[in-house]
């Protein structure tokens, strides 16, 4: 089901990424991806705002992306499964 706010379709894809901005970098991997963004599954929270740098790293081309965190959704408490913890974002 699509989000009204979301410019196209997400398609489910896990493909192994690097996040990164001031005094962090974070390995992970998506959960879902667009044209025009992302869902990152990680317990490495980031409020939404922040603006990061994203690199598919198990593609040819490592080329680095700017990001928005536009969404962070928030997880019951004991939860420890990695694909339902994250932030979704738009590329900027």
Not at 38 to 58: M, N, Q, R
Not at 70 to 81: A, K, N, W
């Amino acid at each position: 089901m699509m989000d009204g706010k979301r410019k196209d379709k997400r398609v489910e894809e896990k493909k192994f990424v690097c996040f990164e901005g001031e005094g962090f970098q974070v390995f992970s991997q998506t959960r879902n991806v667009s044209s025009h963004g992302a869902f990152i599954s990680t317990h490495y929270l980031l409020e939404p705002g922040t603006e990061i740098e994203v690199t598919f790293v198990d593609d040819e081309e490592k080329i680095p992306f700017k990001a928005k965190v536009v969404h962070t959704p928030r997880i019951s408490d004991g939860e420890t499964d990695v694909d339902q913890s994250g932030f979704g974002v738009e590329i900027l």
